[in-house]
Nanobody, 121 residues
Framework: VQLQASGGGLVQAGGSLRLSCAAS????????IGWFRQAPGKEREFVAS???????YYTNSVRGRFTISRENAKNTVYLQMSSLKPEDTAVYYC????????????????WGQGTQVTVSS
């Protein structure tokens, strides 16, 4: 499984970005896809995930501002980020696994290369 994250950039606080995670895999709909982020000097943290039956999970700090969705026909997962805050600044990674603990990065088997999101105040 290969994952390609894209869509990051520089945005002002209060703005929006949409990240995409495109997967090269035959059975994409069998995989749970998660987004994680890592800020400088901090550990990688869970952001959101979408399951095989479209169930979604969010960390508290982004709930209500971020929306994760998947489009199986395009082997792609999206992370729509709105009302961005400077504390959302990080490298965002997408990850995939068939059987995961949603918030545990160690349970995801495959990772994309990351895309930088910078939110200016």
């Amino acid at each position: 499984v290969q994952l390609q994250a894209s869509g990051g950039g520089l945005v002002q606080a209060g703005g929006s970005l949409r990240l995409s995670c495109a997967a090269s895999v035959r059975s994409f709909n069998d995989y749970i896809i998660g987004w994680f982020r890592q800020a400088p000097g901090k550990e990688r943290e869970f952001v959101a995930s979408v399951g095989t039956i479209y169930s979604t999970y969010y960390t508290n700090s982004v709930r209500g501002r971020f929306t994760i969705s998947r489009e199986n026909a395009k082997n792609t997962v999206y992370l729509q980020m709105s009302s961005l805050k400077p504390e959302d600044t990080a490298v965002y990674y997408c990850a995939a696994g068939r059987t995961v603990v949603f918030g545990d990065p160690n349970s995801y088997n495959f990772w994309g290369q990351g895309t930088q999101v910078t939110v200016s105040s």
